[in-house]
């Protein structure tokens, strides 16, 4: 089916591990971001991708690793996880360079 | 600072009491201001883009504007299943968004 997903949906996991979340897009669409959802914060950029192998840090970065390898993923990795690290992952990918960004249906990362 | 600051922060209408959202943001130069909608557990879904005053776009119950300094989203005669959390975002860079308005329509 067209359009972009996340996996897995929900995910446990204890502090200090190593956890990745993945997103798939079939819209061939250049842009790719992550985002995290908090009370409170709304929605935060974490990283963002123009195209493959071009990533570029959003409003809170650390403690994250991005990689795109192919214009259709963009996997987020949290090397040593933390519990201020619980929260709603959202990616989202919008085509050239347009604001217009259609998100994913999250992941739910609850950090013990 | 704030960009993008909604209001109320949660709205409780009566099925068929029209009303509006408030997005009012503080950057210069707009290049758009956008609004989608949450239902939960679920990501946001795209709703409109506006891109400069007096511009006004509609879909269903929805009607989105727009001014120099805010947008309004007005919602006449809603429904329960228009009951979600309605967000705004503005670029700054990339896309800021607002902390939403929770809509709800009471049957």
């Known amino acids: 089916d067209a359009g972009i997903t996340q996996s897995p949906r929900y995910k446990i996991t204890e502090t200090g591990r190593q956890v990745t979340l993945m997103c798939h897009q079939t819209w061939s669409h250049s842009y790719m971001f992550w985002y995290r959802q908090d009370l409170g914060h709304g929605l935060r950029l974490i990283y963002y991708s123009a195209a493959a192998d071009i990533t570029d840090k959003g409003e809170v970065p650390d403690g994250y690793v991005v990689s795109r390898s192919k214009t259709e993923n963009f996997p987020l990795t949290l090397e040593s996880a933390t519990r201020s690290q619980t929260s709603v992952y959202f990616c989202a990918s919008a085509a050239g360079n347009s604001y217009e960004q259609y998100f994913g249906p999250g992941t739910r990362l609850t950090v013990t | 600072e704030d960009q993008v600051t909604q209001s109320p922060e949660a709205l409780r209408l009566q099925e068929g009491e029209s009303s509006s959202l408030n997005c009012s943001y503080t950057v210069s130069g707009l290049r758009g201001l956008f609004w989608y909608r949450q239902d939960p557990g679920k990501g946001p879904e795209f709703l409109f883009t506006?891109?400069?005053a007096g511009e006004e776009k509609e879909k269903e119950r929805l009607k989105a504007t727009l001014t120099k300094k805010e947008s309004f989203l007005h919602i006449t005669a809603p429904k329960p299943e228009d009951s979600a959390t309605y967000l705004c975002a503005v670029p700054r860079g990339k896309l800021t968004f607002g902390t939403g308005t929770r809509l709800t329509i009471i049957p």
């Open positions: 506006l891109y400069s």
